[in-house]
């Protein structure tokens, strides 16, 4: 599509030869490459305005401080949060989530609760919660999936329940690709009283996102899946959530007062951001959200949904090749095609695609409870985003047809 | 480095045909080897007698190089002294982590050369070495 190639010259990397040639990258749900805009925010910050901010009445630190809560800002209005204040800057949605696993969960999840997630949740939207549920005495449910991988109406309908605290969702599962009507989930777990969190770590780079339609109570995203530099994150919470919560990290810059033995916190988003933050990082996604806004979510699931649609019907092709998730009996499949190879495993695939120079994920990809469901030790996953092109799926596609005959197997 | 360095027509046997994946009846120890983030396991069974690895034999998932590694150690250690097999097994994984080179010096591994082209592929590594290090774990307290 004329699209992608427009947006790849942005892509230093995706310029450079590897190995002899430029790399098919279609490992964006592990992470997302990133554009000269916003690595250049970085060198900006850097080079021009570093300093801590929150800390000195000089000049630097009033920018770099500016430049900190501009991004609270900005990120604010990407999600359609409420207030600035809702947005609480991570390292990355794993701290996030245990931001709220440890800061709401464990003040508010008591001996006999449930808490409800999914089968498809990645690690870090379930391991938090079993720490939750052990530390309390709660019990962790789960809502299995439909034969087509999309989450089971009938469990949702009935393991939220009267007992439910917390139901924590992916939006988009990182695995299978599909996209959960969260906003119905969200509903559901409000009837019976409980809070909603919601995973975004691989929508809120591929689809307009609005927290406040959404309903959420808490909303988790990394920046590193949606073009900006690893290293930071973002939760977003309601702001009366937020301000009765203890604070998870504790240090510099997240006290009002501090006595010997004693100490009272600042406001929110203070209140959650110990210690020196990360500005440039900030910097950098509030470039990454002015690529994506200029672009629009529009032309970007046009490009990914041109992708998927290109290269499914030359997967289904190929007899040795097996698919999960792709084929949802809704309008919800995203760029995330996870396949396995006949006879082969996902590793020795990887190597494989990697020696044509095409970069996919195998493994768990950080979902095992996932893969047990589905009965697979590992897959092979295979992720899109804006700068990917056909000829990257026909790249993908020609190396998958070599690698039943490198370990000596027949077509 | 070409493909066929590593996926070798060796390791392409023992990985699809290999001889020693089954249970062993007479097995005197066994051990669990895994490489989570992966998902290969493998269960070694050795049968131990008089400071002698009788018997190898494995069960379990993983890659081509993980299944292929294990089923080569079986058949190398097999009737070798306790002291022996672990001294291969730490020479393999000395070879694939690239501090042993010397070709003399390696020879006793045998068909385990065919291994060696692993040691450029960093993200592979662990799945050569699975086996290797699971076995140096089950004869610690071998006699």
């Given at each position: 599509?004329?699209?992608?190639?427009?947006f790849?010259?942005?892509?230093?990397?995706?310029?450079?030869?590897?190995?002899g040639?430029?790399?098919?990258?279609?490992?964006?749900?592990?992470?997302?490459?990133?554009?000269?805009q916003?690595?250049?925010?970085?060198c900006?910050?850097?080079?021009?305005?570093?300093?801590?901010?929150?800390?000195?009445?000089?000049?630097?630190?009033?920018?770099?401080?500016?430049i900190?809560?501009?991004?609270?800002?900005?990120?604010?209005?990407?999600?359609?949060a409420?207030?600035?204040?809702?947005?609480?800057?991570?390292?990355?949605a794993?701290?996030a989530?245990?931001?709220?696993?440890?800061?709401y969960?464990?003040?508010?999840?008591?001996?006999?609760?449930?808490?409800?997630?999914?089968?498809?949740?990645?690690?870090?939207?379930?391991?938090?919660?079993?720490?939750?549920?052990?530390?309390?005495?709660?019990t962790?449910?789960?809502?299995?999936l439909?034969?087509?991988?999309?989450?089971?109406a009938?469990?949702?309908?009935?393991?939220?329940?009267?007992?439910?605290?917390?139901?924590?969702v992916?939006?988009?599962?990182?695995?299978?690709?599909?996209k959960?009507?969260v906003?119905?989930?969200?509903?559901?777990?409000?009837?019976?009283?409980?809070?909603?969190?919601?995973?975004?770590?691989?929508?809120?780079?591929h689809?307009?996102?609005?927290?406040?339609?959404?309903?959420c109570?808490?909303?988790?995203?990394?920046?590193?899946k949606?073009?900006?530099?690893?290293?930071?994150g973002?939760?977003?919470?309601?702001?009366?959530?937020?301000?009765?919560?203890?604070?998870?990290?504790?240090?510099?810059?997240?006290?009002?007062?501090v006595?010997?033995?004693?100490?009272?916190?600042?406001?929110?988003?203070?209140?959650?951001?110990?210690?020196?933050?990360?500005?440039?990082?900030?910097a950098?996604?509030?470039?990454?959200?002015?690529?994506?806004?200029k672009?629009?979510?529009?032309?970007?699931?046009?490009?990914?949904?041109?992708?998927?649609?290109?290269?499914l019907?030359?997967?289904?092709?190929?007899?040795?090749?097996?698919?999960?998730?792709?084929?949802?009996?809704q309008?919800?499949k995203?760029?995330?095609?996870a396949?396995?190879?006949?006879?082969?495993?996902?590793?020795?695939?990887?190597?494989i695609?990697?020696?044509?120079?095409?970069?996919v994920?195998?493994g768990h990809?950080?979902a095992?409870?996932?893969?047990?469901?589905?009965?697979?030790?590992?897959?092979?996953?295979?992720?899109?985003y804006?700068?990917?092109t056909?000829?990257?799926?026909d790249?993908?596609?020609?190396?998958?047809?070599?690698?039943?005959?490198v370990?000596?197997?027949?077509? | 480095?070409?493909?066929?360095?590593?996926?070798?027509?060796?390791?392409?046997?023992?990985?699809?045909?290999?001889?020693?994946?089954?249970?062993?009846?007479?097995?005197?120890?066994?051990?669990?080897?895994?490489?989570?983030?992966c998902?290969?396991?493998?269960?070694?069974?050795?049968?131990?007698?008089?400071?002698?690895?009788?018997?190898?034999?494995?069960?379990?998932?993983?890659?081509?190089?993980?299944?292929a590694?294990?089923?080569?150690?079986?058949?190398?250690?097999?009737?070798?002294?306790?002291?022996?097999?672990r001294?291969?097994?730490?020479?393999?994984?000395?070879?694939?982590?690239?501090?042993l080179?010397?070709?003399?010096?390696?020879?006793?591994?045998?068909?385990?050369?065919?291994?060696?082209?692993?040691?450029?592929?960093?993200?592979?590594?662990?799945?050569?070495?699975?086996?290797?290090?699971?076995?140096?774990?089950?004869?610690?307290?071998?006699?």
């Amino acid at each position: 599509m004329a699209d992608a190639q427009e947006f790849l010259k942005d892509f230093p990397l995706l310029n450079h030869n590897i190995n002899g040639r430029k790399v098919a990258y279609l490992d964006n749900g592990a992470t997302t490459q990133k554009p000269e805009q916003m690595i250049q925010a970085i060198c900006g910050y850097y080079g021009g305005c570093n300093a801590n901010p929150h800390r000195g009445a000089y000049a630097l630190s009033i920018k770099a401080t500016d430049i900190y809560e501009g991004a609270r800002k900005r990120t604010a209005e990407f999600i359609k949060a409420g207030r600035p204040q809702e947005i609480i800057f991570t390292k990355n949605a794993t701290e996030a989530l245990n931001l709220v696993a440890y800061s709401y969960g464990l003040h508010n999840v008591n001996a006999g609760d449930e808490i409800v997630i999914s089968i498809s949740e990645h690690h870090s939207n379930c391991v938090p919660w079993q720490m939750v549920a052990k530390a309390k005495g709660a019990t962790l449910k789960y809502i299995y999936l439909e034969k087509d991988g999309n989450l089971s109406a009938e469990d949702i309908e009935t393991k939220i329940t009267e007992r439910t605290k917390i139901v924590a969702v992916t939006q988009v599962s990182n695995v299978l690709g599909l996209k959960n009507d969260v906003k119905a989930i969200v509903k559901k777990a409000h009837s019976v009283g409980a809070v909603c969190v919601v995973d975004g770590s691989q929508s809120v780079a591929h689809m307009a996102v609005d927290v406040s339609d959404l309903d959420c109570d808490f909303f988790a995203f990394s920046g590193h899946k949606m073009l900006s530099p690893m290293g930071i994150g973002v939760l977003y919470g309601k702001y009366e959530l937020l301000d009765a919560m203890e604070p998870f990290l504790r240090g510099g810059d997240m006290i009002e007062y501090v006595e010997e033995q004693d100490a009272t916190w600042a406001e929110v988003p203070a209140k959650f951001e110990a210690g020196t933050q990360n500005v440039g990082g900030a910097a950098g996604l509030v470039a990454a959200i002015d690529y994506l806004e200029k672009i629009g979510f529009d032309r970007i699931e046009a490009i990914e949904a041109d992708l998927l649609n290109y290269a499914l019907p030359k997967l289904r092709e190929l007899p040795f090749i097996e698919l999960y998730g792709c084929d949802s009996t809704q309008d919800n499949k995203t760029g995330i095609i996870a396949f396995n190879v006949k006879d082969v495993h996902p590793h020795d695939v990887a190597s494989i695609l990697d020696n044509d120079g095409v970069a996919v994920r195998a493994g768990h990809h950080c979902a095992q409870p996932l893969h047990r469901y589905l009965g697979q030790n590992a897959t092979c996953r295979a992720s899109f985003y804006l700068y990917n092109t056909r000829e990257d799926i026909d790249r993908w596609i020609e190396s998958l047809k070599k690698v039943r005959g490198v370990l000596g197997y027949g077509a | 480095m070409a493909l066929d360095d590593v996926y070798t027509e060796v390791l392409g046997e023992h990985s699809r045909n290999p001889d020693h994946k089954h249970k062993l009846s007479c097995a005197t120890c066994q051990m669990k080897g895994k490489n989570p983030s992966c998902g290969d396991e493998i269960t070694i069974e050795l049968q131990v007698e008089g400071g002698v690895v009788k018997e190898a034999a494995f069960t379990g998932i993983g890659c081509a190089i993980s299944q292929a590694s294990t089923d080569i150690m079986a058949e190398l250690i097999r009737g070798k002294s306790v002291e022996d097999a672990r001294r291969l097994a730490n020479k393999f994984i000395s070879m694939i982590k690239g501090e042993l080179v010397d070709e003399d010096e390696l020879e006793e591994l045998d068909e385990a050369l065919a291994l060696k082209n692993v040691a450029h592929m960093p993200a592979r590594v662990k799945c050569a070495v699975l086996a290797w290090h699971t076995l140096d774990d089950a004869l610690k307290d071998q006699k």
